[in-house]
């Protein structure tokens, strides 16, 4: 395989293989980076993937990404700190019976069909993706309050004031 991103996900778990790396989040998918909460996206994202054998015998995948990603508080819209720390462990499947009955079996279980190849930049994509809060915020933004933000603006609808007449 050419790209260095790019493995056989049940060579990789069967034979126990460990990946290390990192990307930028502008090195990411646009669904990743252009995503509206990232404040920096210069941020540095490292992963480790790990396959193996789970005590089933079922080959897995264990992905652990992490990064300190600024986030954009959804209320004072200035950076506060995230710390990213996701792991998951990811069990393949040969059929999608198998793997529809594992997953009914198990609601927790995170698993996926084996693939001849599996692009590694795309499961932290994933993880990243699923990692994100809601709706970052910090818990006090101390900012002035609400009824004192924007005073300094005039109002938009001030013009209409002197359409109003007095009937």
Same mark, same amino acid.
């Given at each position: 395989?050419?790209?260095?991103? %790019?493995?056989?996900?049940?060579?990789?778990? !069967?034979? #126990?293989?460990?990946?290390?790396?990192?990307?930028?989040?502008?090195? /990411?998918?646009?669904? $990743?980076?252009?995503?509206?909460?990232? !404040?920096? #996206?210069?941020? =540095?994202?490292?992963?480790?993937?790990?396959?193996?054998? &789970?005590? /089933?015998?079922?080959?897995?995948? &264990?992905?652990?990404?992490?990064? *300190?990603?600024?986030?954009?508080?959804?209320?004072? +819209?200035?950076?506060?700190?995230?710390?990213?720390?996701?792991?998951?462990?990811?069990?393949?499947?040969? *059929?999608?019976?198998?793997?529809?009955?594992?997953?009914?079996?198990?609601?927790?279980?995170?698993?996926?069909?084996?693939?001849?190849?599996?692009? $590694?930049?795309?499961? +932290?994509?994933?993880?990243?993706?699923?990692? %994100?809060?809601?709706?970052?915020?910090?818990? *006090?933004?101390?900012?002035?309050?609400?009824?004192? +933000?924007?005073? &300094? =603006?005039?109002?938009?609808? !001030?013009? %209409? =004031? &002197?359409?109003?007449?007095?009937?």
């Amino acid at each position: 395989m050419l790209d260095s991103n %790019l493995i056989d996900p049940e060579v990789f778990a !069967a034979e #126990k293989q460990n990946l290390r790396g990192s990307f930028l989040l502008n090195e /990411l998918d646009e669904r $990743v980076w252009s995503h509206e909460y990232p !404040a920096d #996206k210069q941020t =540095k994202v490292s992963f480790t993937l790990q396959g193996g054998r &789970d005590r /089933l015998q079922r080959l897995f995948l &264990d992905l652990t990404v992490t990064a *300190d990603m600024p986030l954009l508080c959804q209320r004072c +819209v200035n950076p506060m700190p995230f710390k990213l720390d996701e792991t998951s462990c990811i069990v393949l499947f040969a *059929d999608d019976e198998c793997l529809d009955a594992a997953m009914l079996s198990n609601e927790d279980l995170e698993g996926m069909l084996i693939t001849k190849e599996l692009d $590694v930049r795309e499961l +932290v994509e994933d993880q990243i993706l699923m990692a %994100l809060p809601f709706s970052p915020r910090h818990e *006090d933004c101390n900012n002035i309050s609400p009824e004192h +933000v924007n005073q &300094d =603006k005039p109002n938009p609808f !001030a013009v %209409l =004031k &002197d359409l109003k007449t007095v009937g």
